[in-house]
């Protein structure tokens, strides 16, 4: 028996413009997912084509048990962390020798297959290393980790990730003239804010240019909106929506003493607020317990 667990992802900056080759900072935040695969003749019968396509993608049987600490479709990366920690679990129960590189790229190509075509490479890599996460140029590499205060509030309106992108593609092949300037908007917040990660206020001001240029890609929503204002109004440095809009989830960076006020914030407008900070670890084996076992732990 093997247990693993994996990260979700907020994008801190760039979210939308990263899908037209422009960069974006993402971070792997503390809850997460766990994943206990045993070694098993029968196959597991999940209806889950996440874990389905872990199970084929590896050519073996076994059972499975997920506890996640993740909301599912909120755009927190959930599908990616079952992924990744289901992917690494089998990987530890069947001595298949993969390493990190493998596992991050055979999970975006069951995240893929399991939407369609569409999945975001980012999820599966941030999921599975951990830290902070440039994507430039198509590739993406960790940055130096920073201990951000983050809230998150979810505004428990489902959204599809794929209509958004979707939609953004169709307003930019129909309108390039006013929406080619807001992805380059987006690229220079983005690329600013790697200089200023030390000036938390400038990056909270950054934040909130960037979540009113993702509002004039047309991916808002009001329970977005809501959120973000109760946030600012309760002491955040700044917020934003975080993913893909239409609902989903956004980020509030606060002062240390703040969280907690900003978190009451986000509940009394409606959302559901967790209160996180960055996770350096990536996917991690647990012991049986769900304790992380580190000795263990090939990086
Ligand atoms: C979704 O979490 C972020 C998007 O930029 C899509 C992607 O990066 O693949 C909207």
Redesign the pocket.
């Known amino acids: 028996m093997a247990t693993w667990s994996a990260p979700g992802k907020v994008?801190l900056f760039g979210?939308?413009a990263?899908?037209f080759g422009k960069p974006?900072i993402a971070m792997a935040i503390k809850p997460r997912v766990y994943v206990t695969v045993r070694r098993s003749r029968n196959p597991a019968r999940v209806n889950s084509p996440y874990i389905e396509g872990c199970f084929e993608e590896t050519g073996v049987t076994g059972s499975v048990y997920i506890h996640s600490q993740l909301p599912s479709s909120s755009?927190l990366g959930s599908s990616a962390a079952v992924t990744v920690a289901t992917l690494s679990a089998i990987n530890d129960e069947f001595g298949l020798g993969l390493g990190r590189s493998d596992i991050a790229s055979i999970a975006y190509k069951i995240e893929k297959k399991a939407q369609r075509g569409r999945a975001?490479p980012?999820?599966t890599f941030v999921s599975t290393y951990g830290g902070l996460v440039l994507i430039k140029d198509g590739k993406r590499r960790r940055l130096p980790p920073e201990n951000f205060n983050l809230v998150i509030g979810n505004t428990l309106v489902s959204h599809k990730?794929s209509e958004?992108?979707a939609m953004v593609g169709e307003f930019r092949m129909s309108n390039p003239l006013v929406v080619d300037p807001i992805l380059d908007a987006i690229e220079a917040v983005t690329l600013r804010s790697m200089h200023n990660f030390h000036d938390l206020k400038l990056l909270g001001r950054y934040m909130d240019v960037n979540h009113a240029l993702l509002e004039a890609l047309g991916v808002g929503h009001p329970a977005l909106s809501k959120l973000v204002s109760a946030s600012r109004a309760a002491g955040a440095y700044g917020a934003k929506m975080t993913?893909?809009g239409g609902g989903g989830c956004m980020i509030a960076l606060c002062p240390k003493r703040s969280k907690s006020k900003v978190a009451g914030a986000i509940e009394a407008a409606d959302g559901k607020a967790i209160i996180t900070t960055i996770d350096t670890d990536g996917a991690r084996k647990e012991d049986e317990y769900g304790r992380t076992d580190y000795l263990k732990t090939r990086r």
Do not use: I, N, Q, R
């Open positions: 994008f979210e939308h990263v899908v974006g755009g975001s980012t999820d990730t958004l992108v993913g893909a």
